[in-house]
């Protein structure tokens, strides 16, 4: 059966980091891509960023360019999300999502209807 689980989310104050961890299990880890995804309340679910096979190859919504870093450990089969200089609009809850069938271009890492496996979601809230 195939889990993700992510952590590390939690209330911080505008300007702080955090960094979200999200496990896998019942995959094999190093021949899927990752992605992180979020969803406001009320909004839709956001791509954020994602990161293919072995790390080479990452993409990022505009939104976040230059504060979060996506990165991942094949031997310890999680990827992380490095969130600096938070904003209250990067309140969400926080998704991560495992690809299996990455044709290995940028585009197709945006698309969560590309990705077969969820997570049940970390909150992150921040405030102004």
């Known amino acids: 059966q195939v889990q993700l689980v992510e952590s590390g989310g939690g209330l911080v104050q505008a300007g702080d980091s955090l960094r979200l961890s999200c496990t896998t299990t019942?995959?094999?880890?190093?021949?899927?891509?990752m992605g992180w995804f979020r969803q406001a309340p009320g909004k839709e679910r956001d791509f954020v960023a994602a990161i293919g096979w072995s790390g080479t190859v990452t993409h990022y919504a505009d939104s976040v360019q230059g504060r979060f870093t996506i990165s991942r450990d094949n031997s310890k089969n999680t990827v992380y999300l490095q969130m600096n200089s938070l904003k209250s609009g990067d309140t969400a809850v926080y998704y991560c999502a495992a690809q299996r069938t990455w044709s290995g271009d940028s585009y197709s890492l945006k698309g969560p209807s590309n990705y077969n496996y969820w997570g049940q979601g970390t909150q992150v809230t921040v405030s102004s």
């Open positions: 019942g995959l094999t880890f190093s021949s899927h891509a």
